[in-house]
């Protein structure tokens, strides 16, 4: 098999498992996007009776994992079955993704009794970014933890701070720790904790600290906002905004609807949220036959 071909279907597989096939599911319990992918990624897949949607999901994550065809889904994978479900559970922690930090976006963000921010490098991925990559997250967020495959780990321990975590994603469900993170969070800038935030979000966490909001029109709330938090100590305001981001993209909701996932697809339906109302159509796509499928492209 060429690279290219390789690169196809790595690919082809890893878009299995994106937001557009999840909401093709949710909206009309198909989705043509997931058969063309199938046919793309080359899965040598048993089409019978029995064979359904959900175990073609299961398939294709198998074949994600291998490191010819590693990419990032399998480290948010790793990292929502480890971290956030492994140490955790949905009701004492959080996870978001793509959370913006300055001129960043974290990867995956954990809250529990900390705010913890990994970024992956997969064996994919250059490493020319990170270091700009590691300042915004450390002006938001108390502990950053760097995750990637071994041919990354020597490049990337040379080039960030000690106090900066490393890990190593050594199987597709296996994580080792090769430095441990420092908690900093006296050191977070409150500008930058500002900036990442929803001004809904923003005026719940100065409620939480004792503030009065000021009365003015939307247009001038926000800019009002800002000028407050500029005053807050950083510890402060990090324990505040755990607490109030806990509450506001609380994962909770969403315990039933993951346990009728795959293991696969767990991650992808903890980062591509879908409404309640129609998660119930996402669960019922995935026990159709994979043969019925295939015709949808």
């Not at 490493?127 to 041919?151: C, M, P, T």
């Not at 409150?190 to 990442?196: D, G, N």
């Not at 979000?201 to 906002?225: F, K, V, W």
């Not at 407050?228 to 755990?242: G, Q, R, S, V």
Request: net charge positive; proline share 4%; with cysteine.
């Amino acid at each position: 098999m060429t690279t290219a071909t390789t690169t196809r279907q790595s690919a082809a597989l890893s878009r299995l498992f994106t937001a557009r096939v999840l909401n093709e599911f949710a909206k009309h319990q198909k989705s043509p996007l997931f058969a063309r992918l199938v046919a793309e990624s080359g899965l040598n897949l048993a089409t019978g009776d029995n064979t359904t949607i959900s175990e073609a999901f299961d398939e294709a994550f198998r074949t994600l994992r291998r490191k010819s065809h590693r990419t990032d889904y399998v480290y948010r994978s790793a990292l929502a079955h480890n971290i956030l479900l492994g140490k955790h559970s949905l009701s004492t922690a959080n996870m978001m993704s793509e959370f913006r930090a300055g001129e960043s976006k974290a990867d995956l963000v954990v809250l529990n009794g900390t705010s913890t921010v990994y970024e992956i490098k997969s064996e994919r991925d250059s490493l020319a970014r990170l270091a700009k990559q590691i300042f915004d997250y450390q002006r938001v967020f108390a502990s950053v933890y760097v995750i990637a495959g071994a041919a990354h780990i020597d490049g990337i321990a040379s080039m960030v701070p000690n106090h900066i975590g490393l890990m190593k994603l050594t199987r597709w469900d296996r994580i080792s720790k090769v430095r441990e993170a420092i908690d900093c969070p006296e050191k977070i800038d409150p500008a930058s904790v500002f900036l990442s935030l929803q001004t809904k979000e923003a005026a719940l966490i100065l409620e939480r600290l004792g503030y009065g909001l000021p009365d003015l029109p939307n247009t001038a709330m926000r800019s009002a906002l800002r000028d407050i938090f500029e005053t807050l100590a950083p510890t402060e305001l990090h324990d505040a905004m755990i607490g109030v981001l806990k509450q506001t993209r609380s994962l909770e909701p969403l315990s039933g609807y993951l346990s009728s996932l795959p293991k696969s697809l767990v991650a992808a339906g903890l980062i591509h949220k879908i409404p309640k109302r129609a998660q119930d159509n996402v669960i019922a796509a995935l026990n159709k036959p994979l043969s019925q499928a295939l015709a949808w492209a």
